[in-house]
């Protein structure tokens, strides 16, 4: 069993970002919901065929920001904390955020062109919702 998860050898991210990643999107989803337990560092390796250390390097990383829990002799669950969803939400936003700021950037854009663009976009978007 893979528990859903499907890492690529040629994916240029490396295996236990890739494990980050779609673990914190199951999530964010509400795949998983909170409290689930989640599969023990040595079921997830040799169900996605990586090593252990790959595995906990994942689960660390989930640890710290906030979207597992583990507990002593108990294993890794899915955080209870009841507004994860909304926080990973919020750290999306803000890596998509960082991302267009970017690449403006790249494209030399000054902040008002960016600021510019994003109203545009935002506009766009009201007028989509009131229309539809």
């Known amino acids: 069993m893979t528990y859903g998860l499907f890492l690529s050898a040629t994916d240029k991210k490396p295996m236990y970002l890739q494990i980050v990643e779609q ?11 909170a409290d689930m337990a989640l599969p023990s560092i040595r079921e997830l390796a040799a169900a996605t065929q990586v090593s252990v250390i790959t595995v906990k390097r ?10 597992i829990v583990t507990q002593a002799g108990r294993g890794s669950f899915v955080s209870p904390h009841p507004d994860l969803q909304q926080q990973l939400k919020q750290q999306e936003l803000a890596q998509l955020l960082q991302a267009a700021v970017a690449l403006a950037r790249q494209l030399q854009l000054t902040d008002a062109e960016l600021a510019a663009q994003l109203e545009q976009q935002l506009q766009q978007s009201s007028a989509q919702s009131s229309a539809g």
Do not use: N, R
Request: glycine residues 10%.
């Open 58 to 67: 994942a689960y660390a990383e989930l640890e710290q920001a906030g979207v």
């Open 23 to 33: 673990i914190t999107s199951k999530v964010l989803l509400g795949d998983w919901p």
